[in-house]
């Protein structure tokens, strides 16, 4: 395993310039934002393309907060601000998640932190039993909004265990320990977001000039990855699946050409075709899982398997609020996550269509995992997700 603390990649960022995020995704339709089925296996993950999630050791959390110190970081909004509850009457957490998601490039795992610890900050608890119920609560309500989104209910989950394990929170009185829990929490969200800018600093010692990658459909870390080598004026050129049924890889490919990377696009069944002509893989996922094998939009497997029997390495960009504490053992041990698809033809009512809407890669596949941890072999995930949730 080769990695670098975080501490080393903010360290550096005192001395090189930062890469801005990148370009917002058009703003979501305001009905979007309402999960109007949340008990439905059909994923509104998938509907909305809301994107990923957030999560940390306490070590390491410990390690960015002495490095970043008190830079502030510009989301659009305040992250200390209060969006809702008290104009609206009793709070809804649900209310408050939306409102965060309403930014388009805030990952929906940093939304649901957001709103958790605006939860901290409304609530008339006078205990701090009473405090991690309402806490409980909340974050079972989120978790429920969502059923098939794996990085919301790992950031909602690594979001309680950080929190709210600290004795030295035994020790003082309670107006002090709610104001030492909010202060973490809203450290929790801010290091989470900081998360994609990390993993592509990380990233760039392994994109060299000249080199081809190829990417799956749109994913925003990627992107971060790619963006920041062209603004470090790395010269590459990148294959783009179309990313069938929602076509996300079209959107990659536009904000590509925008940035004057020379971009191909290529049907999914184009893969194994054109595999020779790449250096490496590059896919972001839905979610890691304790095997260190990903869960990411279909395709995926199939693209690994390609690049496994070609000698290409695969390597993954996922954020560390993505671990999850599952172990799938095929493709059908997962929570089903489905998604409408339009052939642009009428189909029979008799044809079956399979309509899942994401694969499981397994970990002989994959080469390297780069997150806001290190860049992790797949045999050290276990490890890392035992450190997260402990």
């Known amino acids: ?25 058009a703003a979501m339709a305001e009905n979007t934002l309402q999960n109007p089925n949340p008990n439905s296996d059909i994923s509104a993950y998938y509907q909305t393309r809301a994107a990923h999630h957030g999560v940390v050791t ?9 490095a970043v110190g008190n830079q502030e ?3 659009g909004v305040n992250a200390k ?35 958790l610890a605006s939860v901290i900050r409304s609530s008339d608890a006078t205990t701090m039993m009473e405090l991690e119920i309402e806490l409980k609560k909340a974050s079972d309500s989120l978790k429920s909004w969502d059923k098939t989104s794996i990085s919301l209910t790992a950031g909602c989950d690594l979001f309680m265990c950080y929190v709210t394990r600290t004795s030295a929170l035994e020790y003082e009185d309670f107006n002090s320990a709610k104001s030492r829990l909010l202060e973490r929490a809203e450290k929790f969200g801010e290091i989470s977001y900081k998360a994609r800018k990390i993993i592509a600093m990380l990233s760039q010692d392994f994109i060299f000039d000249g080199c081809t990658i190829l990417v799956h459909g749109f994913s925003r870390v990627v992107f971060e990855v790619l963006k920041t080598a ?6 590459f050129r990148v294959l783009c699946t179309e990313g069938r049924p929602d076509r996300s890889g079209l959107r ?26 790449v250096d490496m893989v590059f896919v972001g996922a839905d979610g890691v899982v304790e095997s260190g094998g990903v869960i990411n939009m279909m395709g995926t497997y199939q693209i690994a398997l390609v690049a496994k029997s070609m000698n290409k390495p695969v390597y993954v960009a996922a ?27 009428p189909i029979p009512a008799k044809v079956e269509v399979e309509t899942s809407a994401r694969d499981y890669t397994p970990p002989q596949y ?21 450190q997260l949730y402990l």
Do not use: C, H
């Not at 009457?89 to 388009?104: L, M, T």
């Not at 997962?334 to 052939?343: E, Q, S, T, Y």
């Open 366 to 386: 994959l080469t390297l995992l780069f997150t806001d941890l290190g860049v992790l072999t797949p045999s050290v995930v276990s490890d890392e997700l035992i």
């Open 319 to 345: 954020e560390s609020y993505k671990f999850a504490r599952l172990y799938p053992l095929d493709q059908k041990d997962m929570v089903p996550a489905l998604r409408p698809i339009d052939f642009g033809v």
């Open 1 to 25: 395993m080769w990695r670098r603390s975080a501490s080393f990649i903010l360290d550096k960022t005192q001395n090189d310039a930062v890469p801005t995020t990148p370009p917002a995704v």
């Open 58 to 66: 306490s070590d390491w959390l410990a390690q960015a907060q002495a």
């Open 81 to 115: 601000s209060y969006l809702g509850g008290d104009e609206l009457g009793k709070f809804s957490v649900i209310d408050e998640f939306n409102n965060w998601r309403k930014q388009p490039d805030l990952a929906e795992a940093v939304a649901a932190i957001r709103a």
């Open 252 to 277: 990659l490919s536009n904000e590509l050409a925008k940035l004057d990377v020379p971009v191909k696009l290529l049907i999914d069944s184009a893969v194994a075709y054109s595999m020779d002509e």
């Open 73 to 75: 970081e510009d989301i």
């Open 230 to 235: 062209a603004q470090n004026r790395k010269n």
